[in-house]
């Protein structure tokens, strides 16, 4: 399962939700405003460090470019729209909004 999660995780609780919900080698996709949650030494940090012991998570990179992000989290992956599309052909979606 892909799940997607494009609100800011400081101004909606999507984040929260999805993780709680996820299963182990579920996939994350931080897009939009959900790319805040990649920022490395933020109080979600912590959330997004933990699910990587057992999950990818990746950042959409035009979002993370967007909003001047220039640290993500160690281990997880910043992929482009082509990569987008294939983590959509390669799994079901959930969307967390």
Known sequence: MLHTVNKSPFQNGALESCLRFINEGDVILLIEDGVFGARTGTAKAALIENVLKTNKVYALSADV???GITSVI???EVTDYAGFVDLVEQHSVHSWL
């Open 65 to 67: 470019q967007a909003r």
């Open 74 to 76: 160690d281990g997880i």
